[in-house]
């Protein structure tokens, strides 16, 4: 009798703990939304202690969504958002992804350790790339990494960067859930 007792006792506790942990995994990430006048709707996932600021350019109407963190100097990341034409990147096809970060980080990969870009797929669906380059000698207070991507979905085109000093790469995982999150919605 005891031990029936003290069976369910464990297994409430168990799962006290389980349902603890699931929700507090749950709470750190949250949904936002923002409104670009060439694609509409956009909606992602992000951590909640990452503060947004959105601004807007008047001319092509690109959005700008960066990401502050919660502790001043632990990155820098800023995704941009519009429709291929506006970008002024209307022949950009998922073929020519890997080029296009190349030649954005051409200019930084002389002062790299890498030397060159090498450029990674991720999404499930692998229509992003991403590369990331390490500054060989950043002055005090500069980022160590330097990280570029794009992605497009339909008509639609996310950039991103990000600068951080993550060298174990929890920063760039985040930050590419963010961009993998990114949905145009209609």
């Known amino acids: 009798m005891a031990s029936a007792y003290l069976m369910r006792k464990l ?53 700008f969504y960066r990401f502050q963190p919660s502790t001043d100097g632990e990155f820098d990341f800023e995704i941009l958002v519009n429709d291929l034409a506006h970008m002024e990147i209307g022949a950009l096809v998922d073929k020519d992804l890997e080029r296009y970060i190349q030649s954005n980080m051409a200019s930084a990969a002389p002062q790299s350790l890498e030397g060159k870009a090498s450029v990674f797929r991720f999404v499930r669906q692998h229509d992003g790339v991403y590369a990331r380059l390490t500054d060989k ?9 330097f990280t570029q991507g794009v992605r497009l979905q339909g008509q639609g085109v996310v950039l991103f960067t990000l600068y951080s000093n993550d060298k174990d790469g929890a920063i760039l995982k985040k930050a590419l859930a963010v961009v993998e999150s990114l949905k145009f919605e209609q």
Do not use: Q, Y
């Open 137 to 145: 000698a950043p002055k005090p207070g500069e980022f160590k990494l």
């Open 11 to 63: 297994f409430s506790c168990v799962l006290l703990c389980l349902f603890s942990s699931i929700a507090h995994g749950a709470g750190s990430e949250e949904l936002r939304s923002f409104t670009n006048k060439n694609v509409g709707k956009v909606s992602l996932m992000a951590p909640r202690d990452w503060k947004p600021v959105e601004r807007h350019s008047i001319n092509f109407g690109t959005t």
